[in-house]
Protein backbone atom coordinates (compact mmCIF):
# COMPACT_ATOMS: atom_id res chain seq x y z
CA UNK A 1 0.00 0.00 0.00
CA UNK A 2 1.20 3.20 -1.06
CA UNK A 3 4.03 4.62 2.03
CA UNK A 4 2.59 1.65 4.05
CA UNK A 5 -0.15 3.92 5.20
CA UNK A 6 -3.18 1.33 4.56
CA UNK A 7 -1.14 -1.75 6.22
CA UNK A 8 -3.19 -2.62 9.86
CA UNK A 9 -2.97 -5.81 10.85
CA UNK A 10 -6.63 -7.34 10.45
CA UNK A 11 -7.90 -10.34 11.43
CA UNK A 12 -9.67 -13.04 8.86
CA UNK A 13 -13.12 -11.40 9.16
CA UNK A 14 -11.42 -7.73 8.67
CA UNK A 15 -11.30 -6.45 11.68
CA UNK A 16 -8.61 -5.20 14.27
CA UNK A 17 -9.04 -3.86 17.98
CA UNK A 18 -8.09 -0.24 18.51
CA UNK A 19 -6.27 -0.46 21.93
CA UNK A 20 -6.92 3.33 22.43
CA UNK A 21 -10.74 3.27 22.04
CA UNK A 22 -11.68 -0.23 22.40
CA UNK A 23 -13.48 -0.30 19.37
CA UNK A 24 -13.57 -3.20 16.76
CA UNK A 25 -12.55 -1.94 13.54
CA UNK A 26 -12.98 -3.06 10.18
CA UNK A 27 -10.93 -2.24 7.42
CA UNK A 28 -13.41 -0.79 5.24
CA UNK A 29 -14.31 1.66 7.81
CA UNK A 30 -10.58 2.71 8.37
CA UNK A 31 -9.26 3.14 4.74
CA UNK A 32 -12.05 5.12 3.59
CA UNK A 33 -11.61 7.42 6.91
CA UNK A 34 -8.12 8.18 5.91
CA UNK A 35 -9.03 8.57 2.15
CA UNK A 36 -11.72 11.08 2.99
CA UNK A 37 -9.11 12.98 5.58
CA UNK A 38 -6.62 12.93 3.12
CA UNK A 39 -8.61 14.59 0.37
CA UNK A 40 -9.62 17.52 3.31
CA UNK A 41 -5.96 17.86 4.19
CA UNK A 42 -5.23 18.39 0.13
CA UNK A 43 -8.03 21.14 0.34
CA UNK A 44 -6.77 22.57 3.33
CA UNK A 45 -3.12 22.85 1.77
CA UNK A 46 -5.09 24.83 -1.28
CA UNK A 47 -7.06 26.77 0.60
CA UNK A 48 -4.12 27.85 2.97
CA UNK A 49 -2.25 28.88 -0.11
CA UNK A 50 -4.97 31.41 -0.79
CA UNK A 51 -5.90 32.72 2.73
CA UNK A 52 -2.59 33.41 2.50
CA UNK A 53 -2.63 36.35 -0.60
CA UNK A 54 -6.51 36.99 0.46
CA UNK A 55 -4.82 38.32 4.04
CA UNK A 56 -1.59 40.04 2.14
CA UNK A 57 -3.88 41.74 -0.05
CA UNK A 58 -6.50 42.70 2.55
CA UNK A 59 -3.20 44.48 4.90
CA UNK A 60 -2.81 47.10 2.69
CA UNK A 61 0.70 48.12 3.57
CA UNK A 62 1.42 44.89 1.21
CA UNK A 63 -1.55 45.26 -0.99
CA UNK A 64 -0.57 41.71 -3.14
CA UNK A 65 -3.31 41.67 -5.58
CA UNK A 66 -5.18 44.03 -7.71
CA UNK A 67 -8.92 44.03 -7.57
CA UNK A 68 -9.85 40.71 -10.51
CA UNK A 69 -6.84 38.65 -8.98
CA UNK A 70 -8.01 39.46 -5.23
CA UNK A 71 -12.01 37.96 -5.86
CA UNK A 72 -10.42 35.13 -7.76
CA UNK A 73 -8.45 34.10 -4.87
CA UNK A 74 -11.16 34.90 -2.65
CA UNK A 75 -13.49 32.71 -4.21
CA UNK A 76 -10.84 29.79 -4.04
CA UNK A 77 -10.10 30.51 -0.50
CA UNK A 78 -13.64 30.30 0.58
CA UNK A 79 -14.66 26.54 -1.37
CA UNK A 80 -11.64 25.01 -0.60
CA UNK A 81 -11.49 25.92 3.24
CA UNK A 82 -15.24 26.41 3.81
CA UNK A 83 -16.88 23.72 1.68
CA UNK A 84 -14.07 21.09 0.75
CA UNK A 85 -11.86 20.83 3.37
CA UNK A 86 -15.43 20.82 5.61
CA UNK A 87 -17.35 18.15 3.72
CA UNK A 88 -14.91 15.92 3.15
CA UNK A 89 -13.85 15.52 6.48
CA UNK A 90 -17.76 15.28 7.72
CA UNK A 91 -17.90 12.32 5.49
CA UNK A 92 -14.97 10.73 7.54
CA UNK A 93 -16.53 11.74 10.72
CA UNK A 94 -19.89 10.01 9.78
CA UNK A 95 -17.90 6.58 8.64
CA UNK A 96 -16.47 7.09 12.11
CA UNK A 97 -19.48 7.85 13.94
CA UNK A 98 -21.52 5.16 12.23
CA UNK A 99 -20.20 1.95 11.14
CA UNK A 100 -16.83 2.22 13.64
CA UNK A 101 -18.04 3.15 16.54
CA UNK A 102 -21.42 0.45 15.94
CA UNK A 103 -18.38 -1.95 15.22
CA UNK A 104 -19.67 -2.70 12.00
CA UNK A 105 -18.08 -3.16 8.46
CA UNK A 106 -18.90 0.02 5.20
CA UNK A 107 -21.58 -1.05 3.78
CA UNK A 108 -22.06 0.09 -0.04
CA UNK A 109 -18.46 0.87 -0.37
CA UNK A 110 -18.63 1.15 -4.18
CA UNK A 111 -21.40 3.72 -3.66
CA UNK A 112 -18.62 5.17 -1.06
CA UNK A 113 -15.63 5.07 -3.48
CA UNK A 114 -17.96 6.66 -6.00
CA UNK A 115 -19.36 9.42 -3.57
CA UNK A 116 -15.38 10.02 -3.19
CA UNK A 117 -14.43 10.36 -6.86
CA UNK A 118 -17.63 12.56 -7.76
CA UNK A 119 -16.40 15.15 -4.92
CA UNK A 120 -13.09 15.07 -6.01
CA UNK A 121 -14.37 15.73 -9.66
CA UNK A 122 -16.80 18.19 -8.46
CA UNK A 123 -13.98 20.30 -6.63
CA UNK A 124 -11.04 20.50 -9.30
CA UNK A 125 -14.09 21.63 -12.11
CA UNK A 126 -15.30 24.54 -8.85
CA UNK A 127 -11.36 25.42 -8.95
CA UNK A 128 -10.76 25.25 -12.82
CA UNK A 129 -13.98 27.43 -13.51
CA UNK A 130 -12.99 29.75 -10.90
CA UNK A 131 -9.44 30.16 -11.54
CA UNK A 132 -10.21 30.66 -15.31
CA UNK A 133 -12.46 33.32 -14.44
CA UNK A 134 -13.35 35.97 -17.61
CA UNK A 135 -15.60 38.51 -18.45
CA UNK A 136 -18.13 38.29 -18.68
CA UNK A 137 -18.12 35.72 -15.69
CA UNK A 138 -17.48 36.62 -11.94
CA UNK A 139 -15.92 34.99 -9.80
CA UNK A 140 -18.55 33.64 -7.35
CA UNK A 141 -16.88 33.94 -3.92
CA UNK A 142 -18.79 31.75 -2.04
CA UNK A 143 -22.53 33.23 -2.43
CA UNK A 144 -22.24 33.25 -6.05
CA UNK A 145 -25.29 35.32 -6.47
CA UNK A 146 -27.24 35.90 -9.07
CA UNK A 147 -27.96 37.39 -11.57
CA UNK A 148 -24.43 38.47 -11.34
CA UNK A 149 -23.35 35.09 -14.07
CA UNK A 150 -19.94 33.24 -13.07
CA UNK A 151 -18.93 30.38 -15.47
CA UNK A 152 -21.49 27.42 -16.33
CA UNK A 153 -18.62 24.97 -14.92
CA UNK A 154 -18.54 26.46 -11.78
CA UNK A 155 -22.36 25.63 -10.94
CA UNK A 156 -21.76 22.37 -13.07
CA UNK A 157 -19.01 21.25 -10.24
CA UNK A 158 -20.87 22.47 -7.74
CA UNK A 159 -23.70 20.09 -8.83
CA UNK A 160 -21.41 17.39 -9.35
CA UNK A 161 -19.76 17.83 -5.67
CA UNK A 162 -22.81 18.25 -4.16
CA UNK A 163 -24.12 14.61 -5.87
CA UNK A 164 -21.16 12.74 -4.63
CA UNK A 165 -21.62 14.27 -1.02
CA UNK A 166 -25.14 12.43 -0.50
CA UNK A 167 -24.05 9.32 -2.54
CA UNK A 168 -20.83 9.63 -0.05
CA UNK A 169 -23.33 9.56 2.78
CA UNK A 170 -25.90 6.93 1.77
CA UNK A 171 -23.25 3.82 3.53
CA UNK A 172 -23.81 5.94 6.71
CA UNK A 173 -27.21 5.69 6.59
CA UNK A 174 -26.97 2.01 5.51
CA UNK A 175 -25.10 1.32 8.44
CA UNK A 176 -27.78 3.02 11.11
CA UNK A 177 -30.45 0.43 9.17
CA UNK A 178 -28.68 -2.35 9.76
CA UNK A 179 -27.57 -1.45 13.24
CA UNK A 180 -31.44 -0.63 14.00
CA UNK A 181 -32.43 -4.33 11.85
CA UNK A 182 -29.61 -6.57 13.70
CA UNK A 183 -28.14 -4.84 16.14
CA UNK A 184 -28.96 -4.95 20.08
CA UNK A 185 -32.01 -3.26 19.70
CA UNK A 186 -30.98 -0.62 22.61
CA UNK A 187 -30.39 3.35 21.78
CA UNK A 188 -27.54 4.61 19.12
CA UNK A 189 -24.53 5.39 20.94
CA UNK A 190 -24.21 9.32 21.23
CA UNK A 191 -21.61 9.87 19.25
CA UNK A 192 -23.59 8.07 16.78
CA UNK A 193 -26.86 10.03 17.94
CA UNK A 194 -24.99 13.21 17.04
CA UNK A 195 -23.54 11.94 13.43
CA UNK A 196 -27.03 10.89 12.67
CA UNK A 197 -27.83 14.63 13.14
CA UNK A 198 -25.39 16.19 11.38
CA UNK A 199 -26.34 13.58 8.28
CA UNK A 200 -30.01 14.76 8.28
CA UNK A 201 -28.64 18.37 8.70
CA UNK A 202 -26.50 17.99 5.67
CA UNK A 203 -28.97 16.04 3.37
CA UNK A 204 -31.55 19.26 3.99
CA UNK A 205 -28.43 21.59 3.14
CA UNK A 206 -26.98 19.47 0.13
CA UNK A 207 -30.69 18.86 -1.44
CA UNK A 208 -31.09 23.03 -1.47
CA UNK A 209 -27.89 23.29 -3.22
CA UNK A 210 -28.88 20.60 -5.59
CA UNK A 211 -32.09 23.09 -6.11
CA UNK A 212 -30.15 26.51 -6.27
CA UNK A 213 -27.51 25.81 -9.10
CA UNK A 214 -29.33 23.42 -11.31
CA UNK A 215 -31.47 26.55 -11.31
CA UNK A 216 -28.75 28.72 -12.07
CA UNK A 217 -26.81 26.94 -14.44
CA UNK A 218 -30.30 26.37 -16.11
CA UNK A 219 -29.60 30.02 -16.48
CA UNK A 220 -26.28 30.27 -17.44
CA UNK A 221 -27.02 27.65 -20.38
CA UNK A 222 -29.63 30.24 -21.66
CA UNK A 223 -32.21 27.43 -21.23
CA UNK A 224 -34.45 30.17 -19.11
CA UNK A 225 -34.56 33.62 -20.04
CA UNK A 226 -33.72 35.01 -16.36
CA UNK A 227 -33.81 34.26 -13.05
CA UNK A 228 -35.42 35.44 -9.73
CA UNK A 229 -32.71 36.74 -7.51
CA UNK A 230 -34.56 37.40 -4.19
CA UNK A 231 -35.93 33.52 -4.66
CA UNK A 232 -31.86 32.53 -5.59
CA UNK A 233 -30.86 34.29 -2.53
CA UNK A 234 -33.87 32.45 -0.31
CA UNK A 235 -32.77 29.20 -2.10
CA UNK A 236 -29.09 29.69 -1.81
CA UNK A 237 -28.92 30.19 2.09
CA UNK A 238 -30.50 26.80 2.73
CA UNK A 239 -26.60 25.37 1.54
CA UNK A 240 -24.62 28.68 1.86
CA UNK A 241 -25.51 28.42 5.43
CA UNK A 242 -26.59 24.98 6.11
CA UNK A 243 -23.24 23.53 5.65
CA UNK A 244 -22.10 25.90 8.16
CA UNK A 245 -24.48 24.39 10.65
CA UNK A 246 -23.11 20.29 9.14
CA UNK A 247 -19.95 21.89 10.39
CA UNK A 248 -21.08 22.41 13.53
CA UNK A 249 -23.01 19.71 14.32
CA UNK A 250 -20.66 17.49 13.38
CA UNK A 251 -17.89 20.07 15.49
CA UNK A 252 -19.75 18.66 18.76
CA UNK A 253 -20.13 15.16 17.77
CA UNK A 254 -15.98 15.28 17.73
CA UNK A 255 -15.81 17.52 20.94
CA UNK A 256 -18.09 14.14 22.44
CA UNK A 257 -15.95 11.88 21.06
CA UNK A 258 -12.50 13.20 21.77
CA UNK A 259 -13.12 14.34 24.90
CA UNK A 260 -14.14 10.96 26.13
CA UNK A 261 -11.60 9.43 24.51
CA UNK A 262 -8.04 11.66 25.45
CA UNK A 263 -9.62 12.94 28.09
CA UNK A 264 -11.88 10.92 30.13
CA UNK A 265 -14.94 12.81 30.20
CA UNK A 266 -18.22 10.74 30.81
CA UNK A 267 -21.37 12.12 29.26
CA UNK A 268 -23.50 13.64 32.24
CA UNK A 269 -27.09 13.38 30.82
CA UNK A 270 -27.78 11.01 27.40
CA UNK A 271 -31.06 12.41 27.37
CA UNK A 272 -30.39 15.84 27.66
CA UNK A 273 -27.47 15.71 25.14
CA UNK A 274 -29.62 13.93 22.75
CA UNK A 275 -32.46 16.11 22.69
CA UNK A 276 -30.18 18.74 22.38
CA UNK A 277 -28.85 17.31 19.10
CA UNK A 278 -33.08 16.89 17.96
CA UNK A 279 -33.29 20.76 18.33
CA UNK A 280 -30.47 21.18 16.06
CA UNK A 281 -32.69 18.99 13.47
CA UNK A 282 -35.33 20.85 13.74
CA UNK A 283 -34.63 24.55 14.13
CA UNK A 284 -30.31 24.92 13.33
CA UNK A 285 -30.95 25.77 9.54
CA UNK A 286 -33.70 28.48 10.80
CA UNK A 287 -30.37 30.67 11.30
CA UNK A 288 -29.82 30.65 7.88
CA UNK A 289 -32.05 34.09 8.01
CA UNK A 290 -29.52 36.25 9.68
CA UNK A 291 -28.19 36.44 6.07
CA UNK A 292 -31.63 38.07 4.73
CA UNK A 293 -32.16 39.94 7.55
CA UNK A 294 -31.33 42.83 5.35
CA UNK A 295 -33.27 41.85 2.30
CA UNK A 296 -35.99 44.32 0.86
CA UNK A 297 -37.87 41.42 -0.17
CA UNK A 298 -38.19 38.88 3.46
CA UNK A 299 -41.21 40.76 5.65
CA UNK A 300 -40.40 41.83 8.76
CA UNK A 301 -42.25 39.41 10.56
CA UNK A 302 -40.56 36.42 8.68
CA UNK A 303 -37.31 37.83 9.65
CA UNK A 304 -37.98 37.67 13.34
CA UNK A 305 -39.80 34.71 13.24
CA UNK A 306 -36.67 32.38 11.68
CA UNK A 307 -33.68 34.40 12.99
CA UNK A 308 -34.74 35.02 16.59
CA UNK A 309 -37.23 32.90 18.31
CA UNK A 310 -37.42 29.78 15.99
CA UNK A 311 -33.54 30.32 16.14
CA UNK A 312 -33.28 30.36 19.70
CA UNK A 313 -34.20 26.79 19.77
CA UNK A 314 -30.53 25.99 18.40
CA UNK A 315 -29.15 28.61 20.86
CA UNK A 316 -30.69 26.43 23.70
CA UNK A 317 -29.05 23.21 22.01
CA UNK A 318 -25.93 25.10 21.82
CA UNK A 319 -25.86 26.34 25.38
CA UNK A 320 -27.21 22.70 26.48
CA UNK A 321 -23.75 21.34 24.52
CA UNK A 322 -21.73 24.66 26.16
CA UNK A 323 -22.17 23.07 30.02
CA UNK A 324 -22.57 19.52 28.94
CA UNK A 325 -19.36 18.62 27.60
CA UNK A 326 -17.14 20.65 30.43
CA UNK A 327 -19.43 19.21 32.83
CA UNK A 328 -18.57 15.51 31.34
CA UNK A 329 -14.76 16.05 31.72
CA UNK A 330 -14.98 18.05 34.95
CA UNK A 331 -17.28 14.19 36.20
CA UNK A 332 -15.21 11.84 34.50
CA UNK A 333 -11.37 13.12 35.57
CA UNK A 334 -12.97 13.90 39.15
CA UNK A 335 -14.11 9.80 39.11
CA UNK A 336 -10.95 9.23 38.54
CA UNK A 337 -9.28 11.28 41.22
CA UNK A 338 -7.51 13.71 38.77
CA UNK A 339 -10.06 16.87 40.11
CA UNK A 340 -8.59 18.39 43.23
CA UNK A 341 -10.24 22.21 43.92
CA UNK A 342 -12.48 24.40 41.70
CA UNK A 343 -10.14 23.77 38.84
CA UNK A 344 -7.92 20.99 39.31
CA UNK A 345 -9.87 18.68 36.70
CA UNK A 346 -8.84 21.10 34.26
CA UNK A 347 -5.22 22.09 34.93
CA UNK A 348 -3.65 18.76 34.89
CA UNK A 349 -5.41 17.64 32.22
CA UNK A 350 -3.59 16.35 29.24
CA UNK A 351 -2.31 19.84 27.70
CA UNK A 352 0.49 18.36 25.92
CA UNK A 353 -1.54 16.50 23.79
CA UNK A 354 -2.79 18.57 20.50
CA UNK A 355 -5.55 16.14 19.98
CA UNK A 356 -6.80 17.02 23.52
CA UNK A 357 -5.65 21.37 23.57
CA UNK A 358 -6.87 21.66 19.98
CA UNK A 359 -10.46 20.10 20.68
CA UNK A 360 -10.21 22.27 24.30
CA UNK A 361 -9.57 25.66 22.44
CA UNK A 362 -12.13 24.89 20.00
CA UNK A 363 -14.71 24.70 22.45
CA UNK A 364 -13.44 27.62 24.48
CA UNK A 365 -12.81 29.44 21.27
CA UNK A 366 -16.71 28.73 19.52
CA UNK A 367 -18.35 29.69 22.18
CA UNK A 368 -16.79 33.07 23.10
CA UNK A 369 -16.01 34.24 20.26
CA UNK A 370 -18.11 32.45 17.77
CA UNK A 371 -21.22 31.65 19.42
CA UNK A 372 -21.94 34.90 21.39
CA UNK A 373 -21.63 37.18 17.81
CA UNK A 374 -23.90 34.34 15.85
CA UNK A 375 -26.45 34.87 18.35
CA UNK A 376 -25.62 38.53 18.63
CA UNK A 377 -25.95 39.28 14.63
CA UNK A 378 -28.70 37.42 14.55
CA UNK A 379 -30.90 40.31 16.00
CA UNK A 380 -32.85 42.12 13.79
CA UNK A 381 -31.42 45.34 14.89
CA UNK A 382 -28.16 44.69 15.97
CA UNK A 383 -27.67 42.74 12.50
CA UNK A 384 -27.15 46.47 10.83
CA UNK A 385 -23.96 47.01 12.58
CA UNK A 386 -22.73 43.75 11.19
CA UNK A 387 -23.95 42.13 7.75
CA UNK A 388 -22.12 44.01 5.46
CA UNK A 389 -18.89 44.65 7.42
CA UNK A 390 -15.84 42.77 8.13
CA UNK A 391 -17.38 42.29 11.55
CA UNK A 392 -19.26 39.47 9.82
CA UNK A 393 -16.17 37.59 8.46
CA UNK A 394 -14.23 37.72 11.99
CA UNK A 395 -17.98 35.79 12.78
CA UNK A 396 -17.44 33.21 10.61
CA UNK A 397 -13.94 32.65 11.40
CA UNK A 398 -14.66 32.85 15.11
CA UNK A 399 -16.69 29.46 13.99
CA UNK A 400 -15.14 27.80 11.32
CA UNK A 401 -11.99 28.46 11.93
CA UNK A 402 -11.71 28.69 15.20
CA UNK A 403 -14.14 26.18 16.36
CA UNK A 404 -14.50 23.44 13.48
CA UNK A 405 -10.79 23.71 12.20
CA UNK A 406 -9.48 23.57 14.79
CA UNK A 407 -11.59 21.13 16.05
CA UNK A 408 -10.94 18.85 13.00
CA UNK A 409 -7.09 19.33 13.71
CA UNK A 410 -7.28 17.36 16.60
CA UNK A 411 -9.25 14.95 14.71
CA UNK A 412 -6.73 14.75 12.28
CA UNK A 413 -3.76 14.00 15.02
CA UNK A 414 -6.04 11.79 16.84
CA UNK A 415 -6.07 9.43 13.17
CA UNK A 416 -2.95 9.93 12.12
CA UNK A 417 -2.10 8.19 15.92
CA UNK A 418 -4.78 5.71 16.13
CA UNK A 419 -5.65 4.98 12.39
CA UNK A 420 -2.27 5.31 10.76
CA UNK A 421 -0.44 4.49 13.89
CA UNK A 422 2.14 7.07 13.42
CA UNK A 423 3.87 8.69 15.88
CA UNK A 424 3.42 12.82 15.34
CA UNK A 425 6.85 14.42 14.09
CA UNK A 426 8.56 17.18 15.95
CA UNK A 427 6.62 16.05 18.80
CA UNK A 428 7.28 19.65 20.91
CA UNK A 429 5.99 21.55 17.54
CA UNK A 430 3.16 19.22 17.08
CA UNK A 431 1.99 19.46 21.36
CA UNK A 432 2.53 23.55 20.62
CA UNK A 433 1.10 24.02 17.14
CA UNK A 434 -2.77 24.20 18.85
CA UNK A 435 -1.58 27.24 20.65
CA UNK A 436 0.08 28.72 17.97
CA UNK A 437 -2.79 28.43 15.57
CA UNK A 438 -5.58 29.20 18.35
CA UNK A 439 -3.98 32.32 19.96
CA UNK A 440 -2.42 34.24 16.47
CA UNK A 441 -6.39 33.03 14.77
CA UNK A 442 -8.02 34.52 18.08
CA UNK A 443 -6.28 37.78 18.03
CA UNK A 444 -6.45 38.29 13.82
CA UNK A 445 -10.11 37.23 14.11
CA UNK A 446 -11.18 39.77 17.00
CA UNK A 447 -9.36 42.68 15.02
CA UNK A 448 -11.96 41.78 11.71
CA UNK A 449 -14.75 42.18 14.34
CA UNK A 450 -13.39 45.23 15.59
CA UNK A 451 -12.40 46.96 12.63
CA UNK A 452 -16.13 46.43 10.99
CA UNK A 453 -18.08 47.18 14.70
CA UNK A 454 -16.10 49.96 15.01
CA UNK A 455 -15.20 51.49 11.96
CA UNK A 456 -17.73 50.14 9.68
CA UNK A 457 -14.88 48.25 7.04
CA UNK A 458 -17.06 47.02 4.19
CA UNK A 459 -15.89 42.78 3.82
CA UNK A 460 -16.25 43.20 -0.15
CA UNK A 461 -13.85 45.98 -1.48
CA UNK A 462 -10.74 45.12 -2.73
CA UNK A 463 -9.48 48.78 -0.72
CA UNK A 464 -11.04 50.53 1.75
CA UNK A 465 -8.19 51.98 4.64
CA UNK A 466 -7.27 54.35 2.93
CA UNK A 467 -9.99 55.48 0.14
CA UNK A 468 -13.34 53.87 -0.70
CA UNK A 469 -13.11 53.83 -4.63
CA UNK A 470 -15.57 56.15 -6.54
CA UNK A 471 -16.25 58.13 -2.87
CA UNK A 472 -14.45 60.98 -0.57
CA UNK A 473 -14.88 58.78 2.76
CA UNK A 474 -12.10 57.46 4.99
CA UNK A 475 -11.29 54.85 7.10
CA UNK A 476 -8.31 55.70 7.86
CA UNK A 477 -8.39 55.15 11.48
CA UNK A 478 -8.63 51.69 10.90
CA UNK A 479 -5.46 51.57 10.19
CA UNK A 480 -3.77 50.63 13.02
CA UNK A 481 -6.53 47.50 13.54
CA UNK A 482 -5.42 46.83 9.71
CA UNK A 483 -1.89 46.40 11.00
CA UNK A 484 -2.30 43.87 13.81
CA UNK A 485 -4.88 41.85 12.05
CA UNK A 486 -1.99 41.66 8.81
CA UNK A 487 0.69 40.56 11.47
CA UNK A 488 -1.41 38.43 13.24
CA UNK A 489 -2.99 36.54 9.57
CA UNK A 490 0.40 36.02 8.44
CA UNK A 491 1.27 34.38 12.12
CA UNK A 492 -2.04 32.29 11.78
CA UNK A 493 -0.92 30.87 8.30
CA UNK A 494 2.16 30.56 9.62
CA UNK A 495 0.77 28.27 12.38
CA UNK A 496 -1.51 26.24 10.04
CA UNK A 497 1.38 25.36 7.63
CA UNK A 498 3.03 23.98 10.88
CA UNK A 499 -0.31 21.85 11.10
CA UNK A 500 0.23 20.68 7.77
CA UNK A 501 3.87 19.86 8.64
CA UNK A 502 3.63 18.13 11.02
CA UNK A 503 0.75 16.02 9.75
CA UNK A 504 2.59 14.91 6.70
CA UNK A 505 5.54 14.45 8.06
CA UNK A 506 3.92 12.31 10.55
CA UNK A 507 2.43 9.83 7.90
CA UNK A 508 5.53 10.07 5.78
CA UNK A 509 8.70 9.42 8.18
CA UNK A 510 6.45 9.22 11.72
CA UNK A 511 7.64 6.20 13.31
CA UNK A 512 5.19 3.37 13.09
CA UNK A 513 3.94 2.74 17.48
CA UNK A 514 0.86 1.42 18.83
CA UNK A 515 -0.92 4.80 20.46
CA UNK A 516 -1.33 3.67 23.80
CA UNK A 517 0.34 7.18 24.95
CA UNK A 518 -3.05 8.73 24.19
CA UNK A 519 -5.15 6.62 26.60
CA UNK A 520 -6.63 8.80 29.41
CA UNK A 521 -6.17 8.35 32.76
CA UNK A 522 -7.63 4.69 33.66
CA UNK A 523 -8.53 4.58 30.08
CA UNK A 524 -11.88 4.68 28.02
CA UNK A 525 -12.85 1.52 29.87
CA UNK A 526 -12.65 3.04 33.53
CA UNK A 527 -15.32 1.67 35.79
CA UNK A 528 -16.06 2.98 39.04
CA UNK A 529 -18.76 1.79 41.85
CA UNK A 530 -19.25 5.92 42.10
CA UNK A 531 -21.79 7.26 39.78
CA UNK A 532 -20.94 10.09 38.16
CA UNK A 533 -23.15 12.32 39.32
CA UNK A 534 -22.33 12.30 42.51
CA UNK A 535 -19.38 14.45 41.75
CA UNK A 536 -19.15 17.62 41.76
CA UNK A 537 -19.02 19.76 38.81
CA UNK A 538 -18.81 23.47 40.25
CA UNK A 539 -15.80 24.46 38.12
CA UNK A 540 -18.29 24.05 35.21
CA UNK A 541 -20.81 26.24 36.78
CA UNK A 542 -18.64 29.13 37.46
CA UNK A 543 -16.97 28.89 33.89
CA UNK A 544 -20.45 29.24 32.31
CA UNK A 545 -21.49 32.18 34.62
CA UNK A 546 -18.65 33.63 33.22
CA UNK A 547 -19.41 32.66 29.24
CA UNK A 548 -22.79 34.52 30.23
CA UNK A 549 -21.26 37.27 32.02
CA UNK A 550 -19.59 38.01 28.69
CA UNK A 551 -22.67 37.35 26.35
CA UNK A 552 -24.81 39.94 28.72
CA UNK A 553 -21.80 42.48 28.18
CA UNK A 554 -21.54 41.63 24.45
CA UNK A 555 -24.98 42.30 23.94
CA UNK A 556 -25.03 45.39 25.93
CA UNK A 557 -21.86 47.02 23.90
CA UNK A 558 -23.52 46.18 20.73
CA UNK A 559 -26.68 48.00 21.34
CA UNK A 560 -24.43 50.66 22.40
CA UNK A 561 -22.90 50.74 19.07
CA UNK A 562 -26.25 50.87 17.62
CA UNK A 563 -27.22 53.72 18.98
CA UNK A 564 -23.89 55.80 18.20
CA UNK A 565 -24.37 55.30 14.95
CA UNK A 566 -27.22 58.29 13.96
CA UNK A 567 -29.31 60.52 15.63
CA UNK A 568 -33.20 59.99 15.00
CA UNK A 569 -35.46 63.10 14.90
CA UNK A 570 -34.84 66.86 15.01
Known amino acids: M?????????????????????????????????????????????????????????????????????????????????????????IAILYVGGPMVLGRRLPLTKAAKAGWGTMVTGALVINYAIWTTSPPDQAPLLTSYAPMPSSPYFYAGAIIFLVGAVVAALPFFVALWQEKKWGSGGSLPLVTFGAFATAIIAVEALVGGLAVFIYALLWRVEIIDSIDAALYRQVFWIVGHGTQQINLVAMVTVWYFLTHVVGGAEVVSEKVSRTAFVLYVFFINMGAAHHLLSDPVVSTGWRIWNASYAFYGATLASLIHAFAIPAGIEAGRRRRGKGGGLFGWLTNAPWKNPVFSATIFSIILF????????????????????????ATVGHFHGTVVLGTT??????????????FMRELAFGRLASAQPYLYAGTMGVATLMLMYIGLLYSVPRRIHTVVRDIPGSDFSLTAAEPLMIIFGIFALLAIVSGALFLLVALASLLIGERRVPADIVPDGGVDFESDEPVHKFEMRGTFVITLIFMGVFVLAYIANWYLLSQLWSIGP
Do not use: P
Open 2 to 90: IFGLFDNDYDDGGFRTCNVTGMDIHRTVENHVKVFGLTAVVALIVGGFFALTVAMTRWELVGLLDADAFYIHLSLHAWNLLIFWMVFME
Open 367 to 390: GFVGGITGVVMGQLQLNMTWVRTM
Open 406 to 419: VAFMGLVYFIIRTM
